[in-house]
């Protein structure tokens, strides 16, 4: 009888738990970063960010992007805006993500592009200075700042 109540009460609280992550709405997450870099066929950028979030989290990260292709240029984006999707905690941000670009700039540079990790996604939109022109495929890693 005590083995018995106590499955129904497993299946009980596993089914309640179940409704309320079926139930929970997404955490929309914004980025607010700075990047510069270079690139001579293969691209380097840094930068740091600023990620927050609608349920009240915040966390600063170090970005770091690499990649090869047909480029060439140096340039700067201060302000720039990332909007993440798929989110469920903010640590799902973190991680490396897949990106591919096309540039063209001289003096007031920018950029737009959507990267990917699994099911998260982030859109990147910032403008600058700087002098790019090129074709890159490569990735974005963001980690904490501890």
Known sequence: MKKLMFVKVAVLVAAIAVAQAA???????KMRFD????SVI????????????????????KLSAHGGGL????????????KFTGVNS??????????A???AGALKS???QVLTKGTVSL???????GIDLGVSVGGLEISRVE
């Open 23 to 29: 139930t929970a709405a997404p955490v929309e997450c």
């Open 35 to 38: 990047l510069s870099g270079w």
């Open 42 to 61: 293969y691209k380097r950028t840094s930068g740091t960010g600023v990620v927050t979030c609608n349920n009240g989290s915040t966390m600063k990260v």
């Open 71 to 82: 480029t060439v240029g140096r340039s700067k984006i201060t302000g720039g805006l990332g």
């Open 90 to 99: 903010i640590n799902d941000v973190l991680g490396g993500y897949v990106q």
């Open 101 to 103: 670009d096309a540039s």
């Open 110 to 112: 920018g950029t737009a």
């Open 123 to 129: 859109a990147l939109s910032g403008a600058g200075e």
